[in-house]
């Protein structure tokens, strides 16, 4: 399926940024990424059709959603037409013979660094020192053949510049998972759609979401996900992110969505897709 | 109110971390502030009562919920009494006298140098530097007395340094705000509570959502916040973040909770406390 792509996949961030990873783990390695330098690039070379698709993180199990990409998804033409969950693991990496008791330094991405807190001040008297990126930082203790440093980074990238991932998962909390969606235009299709996501707005009235979520339980409709926000700029109006375990192909989905219609201000869907792997 | 707190309090971090102003902002300047390294740590040291609260962030208006402080909500025996919005803003940051035209680097944490990328990047021949911490680099090229740098930091860490703002609110989004929790043992009360908190749990099945939120909506009890998140490692299960406009001191709070116990797997009352600002 994922062989016919002939224009990149965009994603945000540097090469061997997680968004990068998730795009190769859900169409392969062999397509061509575009890295972007704003989320609001990734829409833009999708919508220019300069990208066939673009990834874009979504949801943390550690830091929740990414409000921004749900914004962008109002805004842009684009639908969601994929979702992809990757786990975000760091690793210490090394030059191939440099053994734990010889690191004095740890480079990494303040970030990286700080999602490995415990395990680098386990380590007495080693240092760690930030950078400006992970996999840079790979590179560096490898170009420069650093015998007494590691560096914090994905598996990725040490398998990419050939060096020695010396621990796996280092990080505090290993059940850290992203959920990444993959966009594209109105008329791609990557596989058979169980599962539709929506945004919506309303005023907070009391029981007005209970009217809202009856349109799907009065139909047998499960819900996967509700998440409300406050809407900017409008005291007691909200946005809701929801998504359900039916495509628009349904009728039940296209009754519901007629009859949410009725009793909200609005209502974008942003796209019915496969759904991936369900536990984030 | 605030000025009888003799222990101090604890927020996740170092000195001039946001969390730190989220706790000079709602208690005052004349606390003693405990930085710790953790979340874990700040709970640890309100339950051991070393600190009198802790200050922590819940909710980002453009990255989300902080679920790994909701898990911790769950753990530990402590209770929400208060909460706090902070704008998180970023600013260029000099010694005095130097002007924009003199700046040939800008030093910060990446985090804070990303979010200000566009007004970086606008700044034609300038280098970023990545370092450990946006405060730190203002110490840096105060100490150092670098006169053609900058750092970009909190308006607090420019004041207590006594440098000089030279550009305020230079973040990409400036519609950036976290909400912060005080959390104190289950004594404690900060203000009338008309807000409470709630965490349950409970097998999707269809419509399940929609009953738990009748026991609101038939009480005509006004819903200020509601999340859902999947359970790890327990496929089809949900944990969901409530918020509603009422204390637990009120009947009706008493009887919506009572009828939620009976339908659902596991529920939790994080506090009831004085509404900070409600948008995000």
């Known amino acids: 399926m994922h062989t016919l792509i002939k224009k990149p996949v965009a994603f945000q961030g540097a090469h061997y940024a997680f968004s990068e990873m998730a795009a190769r783990q859900f169409f392969g390695n062999e397509i061509d990424s575009l890295p972007c330098r704003t989320f609001e690039e990734v829409f833009e070379t999708v919508v220019q059709d300069i990208a066939e698709f673009g990834v874009l993180p979504i949801e943390n199990s550690l830091t929740g959603s990414i409000h921004r990409n749900y914004d962008l998804l109002i805004d842009y033409d684009v639908k969601i037409v994929a979702e992809t969950v990757l786990r975000i693991a760091q690793n210490l990496i090394t030059n191939p013979g440099v053994s734990l008791s010889d690191i004095n330094t740890i480079y990494s991405h303040p970030q990286a660094l700080e999602q490995c807190r415990r395990f680098i001040s386990s380590m007495e008297g080693v240092e760690a020192v930030a950078t400006y990126d992970t996999a840079g930082s790979v590179k560096m203790i490898r170009d420069e053949k650093?015998?007494?440093?590691?560096?914090?980074a994905s598996r990725w990238a040490a398998e990419d510049y050939g060096m020695q991932i010396l621990k796996e998962e280092i990080e505090d909390y290993p059940h850290n998972f992203t959920r990444f969606i993959v966009i594209g235009s109105k008329e791609k299709v990557l596989g058979s759609a169980d599962k539709t996501s929506i945004v919506f707005?309303?005023?907070?009235?009391?029981?007005?979401?209970?009217k809202c979520l009856s349109v799907f339980a009065l139909r047998d409709i499960d819900l996967l996900k509700i998440e409300?926000?406050?809407m900017r700029g409008k005291p007691f109006s909200y946005i809701f992110y929801l998504s359900f375990a039916a495509s628009m192909q349904e009728q039940s989905s296209i009754n519901a969505i007629r009859h949410l219609e009725e009793i909200t201000d609005f209502v974008k869907i942003l796209g019915s897709y496969p759904s991936g792997q369900l536990d984030l």
Do not use: E, T
């Not at 650093?146 to 560096?151: H, N, V």
């Not at 707005?201 to 209970?210: C, D, H, R, T, V």
């Open 228 to 230: 409300s926000r406050p």
């Open 201 to 210: 707005s309303m005023k907070s009235i009391p029981g007005a979401l209970f």
């Open 146 to 152: 650093i015998m007494d440093a590691a560096a914090v």
